[in-house]
């Protein structure tokens, strides 16, 4: 999996990789084919590659170099089509000449900044040579033609051409196109230099792309604050774990997002809690977490141990194409299908889901949510359920949202204002009941207020009946 | 050297041709002539159809551009290929055109080329900006004029009218033509602090109340006119109309109350598509267009000779027109 098929899966991610300053578009396809690592020697190194970029991005020292290799990279054009001509051994035009010409300098010069840097990772090679080769008059301007400084017999038929009275006669004509004829032969020469040198020139094109790419990972990280994750081997643990968006969006309004601390073992966890009170959030921000963890970048919390995982499966009800034609059920159903397989197949899965089997009466409901959870417990598969189902009778670890904290003061609580009084942390829950604050939130919703009092009215028979019933 | 002084006082010029085979290569390649030996560095682009270019590889008479040693230019990848020049390429853009990406290159011997450039305005100033680098006196830009166009000549400080029997072998309609484009291109520029901004809106029928504010009146075009006549006296009778002028808008307005105080701001002369007829009873009534680009005209050039092989009276017609525009009338074959 690459990051562009990640990126097509996941908002979280599409969010995130806008953020990153490329300046290139070099940058930009490199950004796009990040492979998605799974083995956790690779993982390390790139992590330590990007802390090493992180250092330096911080040092006032280096601001200078990194200005001068930011306008180096802007100025980058997209040569992959000329590349691929001359790794095909084709005789190039005097406009491919001219782009590779431009790059070499180019690439030159970023290399000369990268030295300051004292950053290794990244090997950019010479293009010296190139540039030698394409600048016959060691000018050291990016400019390009077929120089008269490469032929002698050119120098002279260009001047004889010059020289000639009326350039429509034939011996004008005749000059002329014994110029084409040595300029052809010259390009040929100059491409024949440039295959041996191919392996340079890409190389220093794949330089200054991963260059991009790792100066934005950095750029992204400490403007976000985000954190190198630790290699772990058994749990994944989160402090201060956030999601950036949401976080954006809420300090636009003024309000603080609440991060929270959460370990995840190889075993499902339970999590409950009111409505409004975070709990999709935490599922797409683990999601995220773990794609950005394994894309070889920072992470969004305040210090993370992680567990790599082959596959990351969701059920989070933001998957791209709900299968068409299916009841929402029926879709669910076959998603919690792929997982199950998937596990049985013994890959090393994240699985997400939100109040599974909620799409179907609460009988059956509570009965498919069980047996998942046993499966999933079976299987040893890190996984994290929410639900609003009471009475799940598993065993597993649980995890509750503290919910709304009702003010002293006589404040009511609005939309507006219920951040204030909503703890998201999270707790341990050793009962299996659910809060019941699904009224309470419609309340505060403002929504009709006879509708309300009838749903209460239709709960407080329930609990009659139950209890008449016991 | 009739009006070639003059063209050397601005910084970039198009020569624009009324209709197709007016003339207008003649008198770009008579203008590179007569500057060729000057110490006046030329740069020379395009503006015009996008697409038409496609149809113009295949054909073998799109007319070649004469350059001297020395001169910029600007073109296409697609014709760069063809030059029969000698040339250093000085730049390369990431953007393209439909015949790929410009190469900008000086000229080190001289020869022809097709020149094809930019499709939007915005580029073209761009590039007549970035001329300077290469010190460039005056950038000559070919221009067409055409409903489909993206860009506009006007962007130029400068324009150069080329006419001729291509047009109308009737020298009365020929005449008359020509003097309401004139009319059109005299029009005069709206003076505010927005002109910026205004540019940079692209679609939609927009209203400048008394204090210079602009407002959307939520019209994305003339056409919708007659169900959105509530919305649109709502903050004045200024309005902007960032697409095309058209006969119908002038017609619709002219009957509503207020036209002695409408008043019509439009992109550049290129966008008005108004008849003459339209566009006559619409100031007849008191309405004004102005608008936002305004170019000098500084020449009018005729081709009394028709691609039919119809020959006007060259003197009559020079004439005849230089009267009734009151601007200096040249024949190109005749410079």
Redesign the interface.
Known sequence: MTLANAIHQQNGLRYITGLLQLHSSAGRQRMLSQKFFTDTTGLEKELNLLSGMVERLKDTEYQGAFISIIQGLMQL??IQGTLNNLDGRNVL???EL??IK?FALIADEIGKQLKMLDYNDIKLPSLNDVVELLDPEGNRTA????YAAYSEKLAQL?NK??AAED?QSDEAHVLHEK?IELEDSIRQELSAKLWALHSDISLAWQGVAELDFIMARARLAIDHHLVQPKISEEVTTFKGLFHPQVKAVLEQENRTFQPWDISLYPAPCLITGANMAGKTVLLKTLALNQYLFQFGFYVAAASAEMVTVEKIMTGIGDEQSELSGLSSFAAEMLNIQSIIASARAGNKLLVLIDEPARTTNPHEGIAIANALIDLLEKLNVRSLITTHYSGLQTHCRKLRVKGLSFPRNSEPITVANINRYMDYSLMEHSHDEVPREALQIAQILDIDSELIRRAKHYADQNEKNIVEFL | MPFVDEILKYKSVSIVGMEKNTGKTECLNYILRRLGNSNHRLAITSIGLDGEGLDQVTQTHKPEIFLNQGDVFVTSEAHFRTKKLDAEILDLSRQRTSLGRLVTARVTGSGKVMISGPSETFWLKQLIGDMDRYGVNTTLVDGALSRQSLGSPAITDGMVLVTGAALSANMHTLISKTAFLHELICLPEWESQQNETLLQITNGLWAVDAKGEIHDLGIESAFLLESNKDKLFTHSHTFYVSGAVTAGLLNFLRMQPGIEETVIIARDFSRIFADKESYQAFTKRGGQIKVLLHTKLIAVCVNPVSPQGYVLDSKQLREKLARKLGIPVYDIFKL
């Not at chain 1, 400019?143 to 077929?146: D, K, L, S, T, V």
């Open positions: 054009h997209d035009d005097d406009i001219f782009e431009r400019h390009f033609f077929i260009r051409l010059k350039p110029c």
